[in-house]
């Protein structure tokens, strides 16, 4: 997966911080004013995002009304599997990751792990 373009992101993070659903108009309004953006720049990367499958959308009167398919998590675990592609040694870099997490990071791993495991049928340690 490739990252988000800068206005991919920015678009995103207004969307994932809405508290309902999100008109074109309420995100261009929301977007950074600089660089400024056409309606329709805004409407073309909405409309990828949601051919991407990361917005939903509804139909409200003559607009849609847009909302997140997927979470800020989502996004961030599919670039950390992407970033996994670009190594021979997965384990490897997966140790090193895992060396820059606090303790709490740490149990949270540590409880998703035994929970994987559990989940196929293996016992937990």
């Known amino acids: 997966m490739r ?4 206005l991919e ?11 309902e659903p999100i008109t074109i108009r309420e995100i261009k309004e929301q977007l950074p004013q600089q660089p400024e953006r056409a309606y329709t720049t805004v409407q073309t990367v909405v409309d990828i995002l949601y ?8 139909r409200d009167g003559k607009a849609h009304r847009y909302v997140p398919s997927r ?3 989502d996004y961030t675990a599919a670039l950390l ?10 384990t ?9 997490m606090n303790d709490a990071e740490v ?3 540590r ?6 495991t559990t989940d196929r049928g293996s016992p937990a340690p």
Request: hydrophobic share 55%.
């Open 92 to 100: 490897g870099a997966l140790l090193r990751l895992v060396g820059t």
């Open 9 to 19: 992101a920015a678009i995103m993070k207004v969307v994932w911080s809405a508290a």
């Open 111 to 116: 409880a998703a792990l035994d929970a994987a």
């Open 3 to 6: 990252p988000f373009g800068a």
């Open 71 to 73: 979470t800020r998590d």
């Open 51 to 58: 051919r991407k499958g990361w917005l939903g959308r509804a």
């Open 107 to 109: 149990a949270a791993l």
């Open 81 to 90: 599997g992407a970033a996994l592609t670009t190594t021979t040694d997965r």
